[in-house]
């Protein structure tokens, strides 16, 4: 017997009877109305929620990223929520095209204190709930369905004898069958039209239906089939706004959303970066850069979503996960050498494209700069990394382009240096390294001095320049004079340095680049030499002139023997 065995003490959710479901053929094509939670849901869930001036700050931040929907409290909860949206609504920071929604229970007391805190605000939205579930009744209020009902309408009717004539054109409706997951479907619609009819609605005027996972208790194609069940079968559908309300008790919040619009949801309310009570609300974030990902315009703006993170971090206290989705510090990070390869491949072939081509470098399904992220970050190095991921990061961090037939090389000294440290390398450690084992490895072969004459002479009734090399070098410990001619620098240094015990070998590979501008400009080389004995050995020189570059690089070569 399994030890994880539940023996009858869970069961699923009851199928919902939707026949001919459409949802999984459909797509989204266009952004939800979004609604933020962050000032409610999200700051109740805070271990010290925030303050007015916070609040004020987040608001907004909201506004700026394109909310035009945002709950901002639960003003019969606390004086510090009510006096927000006082504030709010006094302070005038409310934009023309944005509607404040406060929350409140169906009771007498606690809408009288909700009215009364919208006075004078140029619109909002009255979002009213009470549970439904089977539990909830059964434990919570020890109340039936026709009591629950009465429970809804007459909060309903409540709002509406709050309300003059003018305010009643001012503030809509929003109701939520809270715990609607767990309802059963019929009594959602039910209750839902009870509160339809007791609301009454104005020429022109919709209502908001919000149908929560409150609780998320199955596989989001279940609450799909809620939700298509509910859109089907509730009457004057065009007169009613469907709207999703996603935890993510199950790790499933955001496919919930997503499969909530395929079924016929309207809009999406959720938080930033996902806060939230326990797993927390939907991330809103991810929601809207995965429409962004398909090519749709989410028409929220995390074109700097680094910024977004660090205000939203300062004003909840909330860290956010390295993982997450678009924003985590490591999603646009690869350690597995086949994966960096890839991503390099990728970058090079874009490097060459129009700005606007279709984006497909291997395991990004976004390009960063889209959302403020760098390129810097994308490979990081550590003992899974592969040959390409240090050139890559040489190449991005300090413009050093290293030969392809090199990256082994490069790649094998900082795997050892990895293990050894057992954690990630920094571009500044791969460097270091990069610069001790190749630019200023001295350990059998250095240059004391060193002078070349170019002259010119006469071969086969053409002009031919020859080029002088003397100088003292040190081999293993010993000083040597060496002098010989060459066809260029390079030749003329080979041919010296013949002279002395070091190894006989042959040029295979040698490339050279710039990297700088002007009187900053450096010069670097990278050659391989093959040994008599058959070793090839890659070194790599620096310098203000390519051909001391070329001497240089001959240098480290023979000092990796």
């Known amino acids: 017997m399994s030890v994880m065995n539940p023996n009858g003490k869970y069961a699923p959710i009851a199928d919902i009877p939707l026949e001919n479901r459409e949802w999984p053929s459909r797509h989204i094509t266009k952004a939800p109305i979004w609604c933020s939670v962050d000032l409610r ?15 004020l700050a987040f608001f907004d931040l909201l506004v700026k990223l394109g909310f035009k929907e945002v709950e901002v409290g639960f003003p019969a909860a606390s004086d510090t929520e009510y006096e927000f949206i006082r504030r709010l609504i006094e302070e005038d920071h409310i934009p023309d095209d944005v509607t404040i929604q406060v929350l409140c229970q169906a009771r007498e007391q606690l809408v009288k204190k909700t009215v009364e805190s919208l006075k004078g605000a140029p619109r ?10 089977p539990a909830q009744r059964k434990y919570t209020f020890g109340k039936s369905k026709e009591e629950i009902t009465k429970i809804a309408v007459d909060g309903v009717a409540c709002i509406k004898g709050c309300l003059s004539a003018e305010d009643r054109r001012k503030i809509r409706i929003e109701y939520s069958p809270e715990s609607f997951s767990m309802t059963e479907i019929d009594y ?41 069940y509910f859109s089907k079968h ?4 065009e007169k009613v706004i469907l709207s999703t309300h996603c935890h993510n008790d199950r790790g499933t919040g955001v496919a919930s959303a997503e499969l909530g619009l395929l079924a016929g949801a309207d809009r999406v309310e959720g938080c930033l970066f996902g806060n939230g009570e326990r797993t927390g609300n939907l991330d809103i974030v991810n929601v809207a850069l995965n429409m962004f990902s398909q090519g749709v315009d989410p028409e929220l703006d995390f074109r700097d979503i680094t910024a977004v993170a660090e205000k939203y971090m300062e004003f909840t206290g909330m860290d956010i996960f390295p993982r997450t989705p678009y924003v985590g510090d490591l999603v646009f990070t690869a350690f597995s050498g086949s994966h960096q390869d890839a991503i390099r491949k990728g970058m090079a072939a874009r490097a060459t494209m129009e700005k606007d081509a279709l984006w497909d470098v291997p395991y990004l399904l976004i390009d960063p700069h889209d959302i403020g992220r760098q390129y810097e970050g994308i490979i990081r190095i550590n003992s899974q990394s592969g040959k390409g991921g240090a050139a890559f990061v040489l190449e991005q961090d300090y413009g050093l382009s290293v030969p392809k037939a090199m990256h082994p090389a490069l790649g094998a000294v900082v795997k050892k240096a990895a293990d050894e440290a057992q954690r990630e390398l920094k571009p500044a450690e791969i460097y270091a390294l990069f610069e001790s084992t190749w630019l200023k490895n001295r350990r059998n072969l250095s240059i004391v001095d060193l002078a070349q004459t170019q002259v010119e002479g006469k071969g086969d009734g053409e002009a031919e320049e020859t080029t002088l090399c003397r100088g003292v070098v040190i081999w293993q410990g010993k000083q040597y004079t060496i002098g010989d001619k060459g066809n260029g620098p390079l030749d003329a240094f080979c041919n010296a340095l013949s002279t002395t015990p070091a190894p006989r070998f042959s040029t295979t590979a040698f490339h050279e680049h710039s990297v700088g501008k002007g009187n900053d400009t450096s010069a670097y080389a990278y050659i391989q030499l093959t040994t008599e004995d058959g070793r090839d050995l890659w070194g790599v020189g620096k310098s203000t002139s390519v051909g001391r570059a070329g001497i240089d690089a001959v240098v480290s070569a023979l000092n990796q023997l």
């Open 234 to 237: 509730i009457s004057e559908r």
């Open 41 to 55: 849901d999200g700051n109740q869930a805070l271990v010290n929620p925030m303050g007015i001036e916070t609040k």
């Open 188 to 228: 959602a619609l039910e209750i839902c039209e009870a509160v339809k009819g007791a609301w009454g609605l104005l020429p022109g005027e919709k209502i908001i239906m919000n149908l929560p996972t409150t609780v998320e208790c199955s596989t989001p194609n279940m609450y799909a089939d809620q939700v298509e």
């Open 124 to 133: 909002a939205i009255f979002h009213i709930y009470n549970s439904t579930s």
